[in-house]
């Protein structure tokens, strides 16, 4: 799966606690991606970042924070989680602008 | 915003090529046409893309019609495994911008 591990694969957590997903790639890549996943909306960004401590914002990143402290690891934190981000999230990585990106197996997310 | 038109399903007999078409007609001249397909609830997986030219490797052919407005992927030999949603994504190049996904072919191999 290119080198990218992400951990935790499942989580129940609940409404109201901060939780940390992360993103762990062993290909030195230059760009990786935080995705979600929800029925009926295919995947949407969440936040994306292009080396580190430089991130952006993707289209649906209320509620998300990141953080990219160095080249192989980017973290996710939901800062007091919600019953609707409940969906599996996705971490991708890619080596250049204009290269294909790949994703990691997903971490399924359940607050409750 | 997807800037890509797909249809919902399709079924292709197993061992017959499949074809899945998409529309862009939006698309602009440095944007790339990717190809991605996820399998149950497995992180997607890059097919292939390409620019202007039509593309080939191991897995797929990837064939961009002359003014840039559609494309076709073709899987070949159908197998089984195929069985997937396909995605197709236009990415503007150089920019490191996010892949946008729209919902995708659902594609279903038959026996």
């Known amino acids: 799966d290119a080198g990218i591990t992400q951990s935790p694969r499942h989580k129940v957590t609940e409404t109201g606690t901060p939780v940390t997903l992360r993103c762990h790639q062993t290909e030195n890549h230059r760009y990786m991606y935080w995705y979600r996943q929800d029925p009926g909306h295919g995947l949407r960004l969440i936040h994306y970042s292009y080396g580190v401590k430089d991130t952006d914002k993707g289209e649906v990143s209320d509620g998300y924070s990141v953080s990219r402290s160095k080249t192989e690891d980017f973290l996710l934190t939901l800062e007091s989680a919600t019953s609707s981000q409940t969906s599996v999230y996705f971490c991708?990585?890619?080596?250049?602008?204009?290269?294909?990106?790949?994703f990691g197996q997903g971490t399924r997310l359940t607050v409750v | 915003d997807a800037k890509t038109t797909q249809p919902p399903s399709m079924d292709c007999a197993e061992g017959r090529a499949a074809n899945l078409p998409c529309n862009h007609s939006t698309i602009s001249g440095n944007e790339y046409v990717y190809w991605y397909r996820q399998i149950h609830s497995q992180g997607p997986q890059y097919i292939i893309h390409?620019?202007?030219n039509n593309e080939t490797n191991e897995m797929a052919s990837l064939i961009i019609t002359e003014d840039r407005k559609s494309s076709t992927l073709i899987l070949p030999h159908a197998t089984l495994r195929d069985t997937a949603v396909y995605y197709c994504i236009v990415r503007e190049s150089n920019t490191g911008n996010q892949f946008y996904f729209g919902t995708g072919t659902s594609l279903t191999v038959i026996p």
């Open positions: 991708a990585i890619a080596p250049g602008a204009d290269t294909e990106a790949f």
């Open positions: 390409g620019l202007k």
